[in-house]
């Protein structure tokens, strides 16, 4: 599914060379639920950005499901992230004046589907995550865990093959935290590839396999939450 060999990123100035990444190699299988932990500063957010497309790496390869991305222009690689990325965030990132609708069907709409067929796909994943009697509701109208739900309707509506959680819960209250996370467990049984960044220990502990980041390289964990490797010692500067 996703297969990442010595992937570096390296933001430069005038004065300063910030390694975000270092040489980081990740594989994810198809099917696979992954949390992804680590400190602050550690490259969790970069990496979540060049898995999901929305930013380019200095070198090393990245292969999508099977498509070298590196290769890719910028239309070509938002029409691959449109049809096979679903991204859910810690601020839901929901359109407050559009309907619960509206917001799942924004990004179908840049696909070309027809109105029948991207009304079937919202009414479906509305219904997928218990919301299917509130499309015509506003995000206000929402507590924080069904605004989160709408987040990943949207998401699944475009039926991807891999959903990028980026804390995903970090804005609920612990019941509505297991709730969401349930819901992602389910969505996971059923087939879809999950990438998950979080800060939360018992959350990662409930994914399939956790992977630390540490100084822009990763590294798996046991069970037990201890390492398989530890990552080389650097000195320059790294990033989130």
Do not use: C, W
Request: net charge negative; hydrophobic share 40%; glycine share 10%.
């Amino acid at each position: 599914m996703l297969h990442m060999q010595g992937v570096t990123k390296v933001y430069r100035t005038e004065l300063v060379e910030t390694h975000a990444l270092r040489a980081l190699d990740l594989h994810v299988r198809d099917g696979e639920f992954v949390a992804v932990t680590g400190p602050s500063g550690s490259g969790k957010t970069t990496f979540l950005n060049i898995a999901g497309l929305l930013e380019e790496f200095t070198s090393g390869t990245y292969l999508l499901d099977g498509e070298d991305v590196s290769r890719l222009g910028d239309d070509a690689r938002s029409k691959l992230r449109n049809r096979k990325i679903g991204f859910i965030f810690q601020s839901f990132n929901l359109i407050p004046d559009l309907n619960l609708f509206d917001n799942v069907d924004a990004p179908l709409r840049y696909r070309g589907m027809s109105a029948a067929d991207r009304r079937k796909r919202i009414e479906e994943s509305l219904a997928r995550v218990g919301l299917g009697s509130r499309m015509k509701h506003y995000p206000s109208e929402l507590s924080g865990g069904q605004q989160q739900r709408a987040a990943i309707a949207r998401a699944l509506a475009g039926s991807p093959k891999l959903l990028l959680a980026d804390e995903p819960t970090g804005n609920l209250d612990s019941q509505m935290a297991r709730s969401v996370m349930e819901l992602l467990e389910e969505i996971n049984g059923q087939g879809t590839t999950i990438i998950m960044v979080t800060h939360d220990p018992e959350l990662a502990a409930r994914a399939q396999r956790n992977v630390h980041i540490v100084d822009g390289m990763v590294t798996d964990l046991r069970g037990d939450g201890s390492l398989l490797r530890a990552p080389g010692t650097h000195t320059s500067t790294t990033a989130d």
